[in-house]
């Protein structure tokens, strides 16, 4: 048995009643997330849905004349494949792998048949996709309104949250795509706060130096999700 297999480590699952948490993860395989991958498309059939218990997913849209841009996150607070739970069974976003860890991944015709028989998965499920389209929604905003420094340090913060000590893998490339801007103002950026002495930056791996300076220079958004990020997960009946 994996150490975390009860508890699950995944805030959803394990808010759930036992026997209800134990019928859905009778029905699930533990799989690794390895850095990279992608779990699927955008526009593509959404057979499964992931509960990471470690690591985390990037959600991306594609925008006109560039890769991609990131609207969203899910670490081991969520789950993967929101858009079924709308009625939606295509998925809106690339789920790209940003962190590597574990998840439990169950049948999206399984998960619909649990939730028929389930208004407490039902109602935990409901919550956890007001806070993803609260997070979306945030970025969306933050986007438009803050330098980009400021969303820089977001960015950081939310991978640091979610890597729960991990060290980050990530090229000024890639942390120009997740922000859906050209890699100069991510490079100029950085170098500030690394000359500042919040992070360190060193062939591809970040480490962060001075979390609360980080803080401080992040927008008010990150304050914001990170209440929502560690928010207890209640299994309620009514």
Known sequence: MH?????????LLDGLPEAERDSLLSHSERIELRFGDVLHEVGQTLE????????????????????????????REGMLGVPLLLGQPVAPWRGLVQG???????????????????????????????????????????LHEHPIDQRLARWLLMSLDRAEGAPLHVTQAFMAEMLGVRRV????????????????????ELEVKDRAGLEAVACSCYAAER???HAPTRATTG
Not at 51 to 75: D, H, K, R, T
Not at 122 to 140: E, F
Not at 185 to 204: C, D, F, K, N, S
């Open 48 to 75: 499964h849905v992931h509960f990471p218990s470690s690591g985390f997913i990037s959600l991306l849209v594609q925008v006109p004349g560039g890769a991609g841009l990131e609207i969203g996150m899910v670490g």
């Open 100 to 142: 590597a860890g574990l998840a439990w991944r169950l049948d999206a015709r399984r998960l619909r048949r649990e939730i028929k028989h389930s208004k407490t998965l039902r109602n935990v499920l409901d919550g956890y996709v007001c806070s993803l389209l609260t997070q979306v929604a945030r970025s969306a905003g933050c």
């Open 227 to 229: 209440l929502t990020l």
């Open 185 to 204: 103002g991510v490079t100029r950026a950085a170098a500030v706060m690394q000359r500042g002495g919040l992070i360190r930056y060193h062939r591809g």
């Open 3 to 11: 150490p975390c297999e009860v508890p699950t480590c995944n805030l």
